[in-house]
């Protein structure tokens, strides 16, 4: 069968998924080869798949913790301005180092995070077919929908539409460092000039983990996107220490603000403050971004790890208070768990708007957020069961779509991967390294 390079962002929340979804393409008899920075190397190798290393001038071992560290210092518009300039600075080294390694590796074709900027361009010029694939929620060109960044609901009238307009342009502005630095490698291969911004998307087969099911309703669906479900591989997850034994038999309230963006005390210590004030067992989960030393002393002493067994306590939990990143809400839907989401930044203000939308839970905002706000969200999605009954209702829209064995199965059939038997049509090209 086929040989199929994949090229992702390099941070937990786009790795875990994306080897979910090579482990599905192996399952259906096809060669998977990682190619990325050297941080993300043992997780690549430990899940089993195979890792070809590039960007080990630009980002050496250790390099991606201390971005995560300044990302977790920011909020709102500054996470995502960081988030392009990162971005930028990964498909300078994309364009550079990925050309000579894939063409070595002798792949079929590529898939791409929709959040790598480079890859495309490089599969382009390797003259390889590729597939973008998206863990958050798809970007759609389409003044129908508000751009994934805002956390607006949607509506389909003229004020809405202008509304999102505005967004998409403002976004797309900020955006621009990211296609100019492409164009000009595209310039120099002798590619077509990106025109549009969604032109930077595979125009064979795009692919959201987003279910379906919760998508906007009456939104735009183009024809080259595919809706999925959730990528998991849980067999694969490394065993995390949890102390059980101080559950006691409270509700339990599961807090996590994800691994990137999760550096504020302050927004633990005011959730924890909110939920003193209830007669429920708070768990919060660190994500790495800091030390469990300086909360040994928060409002109903709560229990604080710096990571978590998250699908154990999901299974337990009566509310979850997230930063509605994409894979946490997912995980969450999965049990049934009704949220109470309070997004940072990128991509979670859309899919918080999302959760809002199916009255699977409400939103905080970050900026205003307060103790008296988070006990009154949690205390309301406790008592009111139609936030439990839509989050379920969910759950069982989703419960038999295996999102990653999916879209292994779409990408088989729109990028014919049956036709290839470890193709050889790149090993003979010669790479032009840009300068």
């Given at each position: 069968?086929a040989?199929i390079?994949?090229?992702?962002?390099?941070?937990i929340g786009?790795?875990?998924?994306?080897t979910?979804?090579?482990?599905?393409?192996?399952?259906r008899g096809?060669?998977?080869?990682?190619f990325?920075?050297?941080?993300?190397e043992?997780?690549?190798r430990?899940?089993?798949?195979?890792?070809?290393?590039i960007?080990?001038?630009?980002?050496?071992?250790?390099?991606l913790?201390k971005?995560?560290?300044?990302?977790g210092?920011l909020r709102?518009l500054g996470v995502?301005r960081?988030?392009?300039?990162?971005?930028k600075?990964t498909?300078v080294?994309?364009?550079?180092?990925a050309?000579?390694?894939i063409?070595?590796a002798d792949?079929d074709a590529m898939?791409?995070d929709?959040a790598?900027?480079?890859?495309?361009?490089v599969?382009?010029?390797l003259g390889l077919p590729?597939?973008?694939?998206?863990i958050?929620?798809?970007?759609i060109?389409?003044?129908?929908v508000?751009p994934f960044f805002?956390?607006?609901?949607?509506?389909?009238?003229l004020?809405?539409?202008?509304?999102n307009e505005f967004?998409?342009?403002?976004?797309?502005?900020?955006a621009s460092?990211?296609?100019?630095?492409t164009n000009?490698q595209?310039?120099a291969?002798?590619?077509k000039r990106?025109e549009?911004?969604?032109e930077?998307?595979?125009?064979?087969?795009q692919?959201?983990?987003l279910?379906?099911?919760?998508?906007?309703?009456?939104?735009?669906?183009p024809?080259?996107l595919?809706y999925?479900?959730p990528?998991?591989f849980d067999?694969?997850?490394?065993?995390v220490?949890?102390p059980?034994n101080l559950?006691?038999?409270?509700?339990?309230?599961?807090?996590?603000?994800?691994?990137l963006q999760n550096?504020s005390?302050?927004a633990?210590?005011?959730?924890?403050?909110?939920?003193?004030?209830l007669?429920v067992q708070?768990?919060i989960?660190?994500?790495?971004?800091?030390?469990?030393d300086?909360f040994q002393?928060?409002?109903?002493r709560?229990?604080v790890?710096?990571?978590?067994?998250q699908?154990?306590?999901?299974?337990?939990a009566s509310?979850?208070?997230?930063?509605?990143g994409l894979?946490?809400v997912?995980?969450?839907i999965a049990?049934?768990?009704?949220?109470?989401?309070?997004?940072?930044?990128?991509?979670?203000?859309?899919?918080?708007?999302?959760?809002a939308?199916k009255?699977?839970?409400?939103v905080?905002?970050?900026r205003t957020?307060?103790?008296?706000?988070?006990?009154n969200a949690v205390?309301?999605v406790?008592?009111?069961d139609?936030?439990r009954?839509?989050?379920c209702?969910i759950?069982e829209q989703?419960?038999q779509?295996?999102?990653?064995?999916l879209?292994a199965?779409?990408?088989?059939?729109?990028l014919a991967?049956?036709?290839f038997?470890?193709a050889?049509?790149?090993?003979?090209k010669?790479?032009i390294?840009?300068?």
């Open positions: 069968m040989r390079g994949v090229i992702c962002f390099p941070g786009h790795l875990n998924p994306f979910a979804l090579g482990h599905a393409l192996q399952e096809h060669e998977v080869i990682f990325g920075i050297a941080d993300v043992s997780r690549v430990a899940s089993g798949l195979e890792f070809s290393l960007g080990s001038q630009d980002y050496p071992l250790g390099t913790r971005l995560d560290e300044r990302l210092q709102g995502f960081f988030t392009v300039e990162r971005v600075n498909a080294m994309v364009l550079r180092d050309p000579e390694v063409r070595k792949v898939v791409i929709q790598e900027m480079g890859g495309g361009s599969s382009d010029y590729f597939a973008s694939v998206s958050l929620p798809p970007f060109r389409d003044n129908r508000p805002f956390g607006w609901p949607a509506r389909y009238d004020l809405g539409r202008i509304r967004g998409i342009r403002l976004l797309s502005g900020i460092p990211l296609y100019r630095v000009r595209r310039q291969w002798g590619l990106f549009r911004k969604e930077a998307l595979s125009q064979i087969v692919i959201t983990q279910p379906l099911a919760l998508e906007f309703e009456d939104g735009p669906r024809a080259v595919h999925t479900g990528f998991r067999k694969k997850r490394p065993p220490d949890f059980w559950l006691d038999g409270r509700p339990l309230i599961y807090a996590s603000l994800g691994t550096g005390k302050e633990f210590e005011i959730i924890a403050s909110g939920c003193a004030k007669d708070l768990v989960s660190l994500g790495g971004g800091l030390s469990g300086g002393n928060l409002p109903g709560p229990i790890v710096e990571f978590a067994p699908l154990e306590l999901l299974k337990r509310v979850v208070i997230t930063h509605a894979n946490t997912l995980e969450s049990e049934g768990k009704p949220m109470v989401a309070i997004p940072i930044g990128n991509d979670q203000p859309g899919v918080a708007a999302r959760v939308a009255g699977a839970g409400i905080l905002s970050r957020l307060t103790s008296a706000k988070v006990e205390r309301t406790l008592q009111d139609s936030y009954q839509a989050a209702a759950r989703i419960r779509i295996d999102g990653a064995a879209a199965a779409i990408l088989e059939e729109k991967l049956g036709q038997d470890h050889s049509q790149v090993k003979s010669e790479v390294r840009p300068k």
